[in-house]
């Protein structure tokens, strides 16, 4: 059985930036599609990648193919960041210590039914919630 995995923008935004080779072929291998795929994205993460894509790479996406790129990411199953999930992050966010925008990503991967995060940006084996955390690009990954 496939284990839901909700995928962090960084993971997305090395699939397009190619400034770290070994970062850039690793998000291409993961986010490969596979039979078993059951990846999940947010709003969230979907307004981030446009916005890191298009105005902080250093050879930024122009706006038309950022957001092809997002209308494909938009295929997945998508979690809207709703007033619940938001305040339900802000308890998070004071529970477990971190920003409120990587405690948004934990809300939505748990309202999800994911089991993992893939992310650079939270702790690496750490469980928040119902979910752990894996950072893809970690020596070892």
Not at 57 to 77: K, N, T
Not at 88 to 105: N, V, Y
Request: contains cysteine.
């Amino acid at each position: 059985m496939t284990e839901r995995t909700f995928v962090d923008t960084n993971v997305w935004v090395y699939a397009v930036d190619e400034a770290d080779p070994a970062k850039h072929a690793r998000a291409l291998e993961l986010l490969a599609p596979t039979p078993d795929s059951d990846y999940v994205v947010s709003t969230q993460v979907l307004i981030e990648f446009y916005v890191v894509v298009t105005r902080k790479l250093a050879i930024p996406v122009s706006g038309e193919a950022a957001q092809a790129m997002v209308d494909e990411m938009a295929r997945l199953p998508v979690v809207p960041a709703d007033s619940q999930l938001v305040v339900a992050a802000m308890a998070g966010s004071r529970e477990w210590g971190i920003s409120l925008w990587d405690a948004l990503i934990i809300r939505a991967a748990e309202v999800s039914g994911c089991d993992l995060v893939l992310s650079e940006d939270l702790t690496d084996g750490r469980v928040y919630g119902s979910v752990r955390v894996e950072n893809p690009f970690a020596a070892g990954a």
